[in-house]
């Protein structure tokens, strides 16, 4: 797996958009790019995931950079229930399960 | 479909003991994945299991092992309990394990080691 660089902490609005970035210049051809995010006291949710295009799902977009060397994570309107810690992963496609969670952005909502 | 289910949910053990967590993964799901969280080292990965198998494994004492069952159900058990590991333990499922598949968690066994 790559190593993923995400900024320790982001502040949100209610309502307005949230972009939230990972950097993961180590990246290989055959690596995904997953996230998932935990609720305060609930374990990890999945969010979204993509190879080389772009990706939407009802939850968020996923942006990935042309060189695959970052990615966006898009949360289109945020509500005070998008508070949590974002993870940005990137298994080995093909591999069998072994996420390596770094320590992720913990994204505050403002009312 | 019903979602991750772990149990039991909170536990407190005396250093030394032995403790078996338990996890049913969604239906239909065959692979299951261990990890322990906690505030100092973050999420880690223990163990996968494969229709039975262990094919992936971390970087923990051997005292930390795990089953799997022919229905999929998964247990994990931790022996002669140290006080470090106190944390949450989750467990995650998914259709076969692979890269490609989102892994499904569930809430997690509190462990408090005294």
């Known amino acids: 797996d790559a190593k993923t660089t995400q900024p320790n902490s982001m502040e949100s609005n209610e309502e307005e958009p949230v972009h939230l970035p990972c950097n993961h210049s180590?990246?290989?051809?055959?690596?995904?790019i997953h996230w998932y995010r935990q609720l305060p006291s609930q374990g990890p949710e999945y969010v979204i995931h993509g190879l080389t295009s772009n990706v939407n799902n009802r939850m968020a977009s996923l942006a990935i950079a042309e060189d695959r060397k970052s990615s966006t994570l898009i949360l289109h309107r945020a509500t005070l229930r998008d508070a949590a810690v974002y993870y940005c992963?990137?298994?080995?496609?093909?591999?069998?399960?072994?996420?390596?969670f770094g320590k992720g952005t913990l994204l505050t909502v403002n009312p | 479909k019903a979602g991750v289910t772990q149990t039991p949910r909170y536990l407190i053990k005396t250093r030394g003991q032995q403790v078996t967590l338990s996890c049913s993964p969604i239906?239909?799901?065959?692979?299951v994945s261990w990890y322990q969280q906690t505030p100092g080292q973050g999420l880690q990965f223990l163990f996968e299991?494969?229709?039975?198998?262990?094919?992936n494994k971390g970087n923990f004492p051997g005292r930390f092992s795990g089953r799997q069952f022919s229905n999929s159900r998964s247990e994990m058990n931790v022996s002669t309990l140290e006080l470090g590991d106190s944390a949450l333990y989750l467990c995650?499922?998914?259709?076969?394990?692979?890269?490609?598949?989102?892994?499904?968690f569930g809430p997690g066994t509190r462990l408090l080691v005294l």
């Open positions: 992963i990137t298994p080995r496609r093909g591999s069998n399960y072994k996420l390596t």
């Open positions: 995650a499922s998914s259709l076969d394990g692979t890269s490609g598949k989102t892994q499904y």
């Open positions: 180590t990246i290989s051809g055959t690596d995904y």
């Open positions: 239906s239909g799901h065959r692979s």
């Open positions: 299991y494969f229709s039975e198998t262990q094919r």
